[in-house]
């Protein structure tokens, strides 16, 4: 069975322009059945597996919202951490010396 270019270009536009986020994709989704049906017609094993992320899995997160707030916050320097950690480390070497 040969590939046809323009047919494989149709799907792959109209695949591109489809919605595809985790939350919009459900198991009767069009992007879904599409897939399955172009794949099944070149591939001989083509089986669909629902998969539910587990809860306690932190590598995972599916949004429920579309919209999301990203919050910013001005940090500290890392070379405040550097001069803090040699004032430290000063200050333990001082603390050594006085007691030997």
């Known amino acids: 069975m040969q590939v046809q270019e323009?047919?494989?270009?149709?799907v792959v536009n109209w695949l591109t322009a489809q919605p595809r986020a985790a939350q919009l994709v459900d198991k009767d989704s069009s992007v879904v059945s599409t897939l399955e049906y172009h794949l099944s017609r070149y591939l001989k094993d083509v089986k669909r597996?629902?998969?539910?992320a587990d809860k306690r899995d932190p590598e995972f997160v599916?949004?429920?919202q579309l919209k999301?707030?990203?919050?910013?916050?001005r940090?500290?320097?890392a070379i405040f951490d550097l001069l803090l950690a040699l004032c430290i480390a000063a200050y333990l070497?001082?603390?050594?010396l006085a007691i030997q």
Not at 6 to 10: D, P, T, Y
Not at 93 to 96: D, E, F, L, V, W
């Open 6 to 10: 323009e047919h494989l270009s149709a």
């Open 49 to 52: 597996h629902y998969v539910k």
């Open 62 to 64: 599916f949004y429920d």
């Open 68 to 73: 999301q707030t990203m919050n910013a916050y």
């Open 75 to 77: 940090v500290k320097p």
């Open 93 to 96: 070497g001082m603390m050594y």
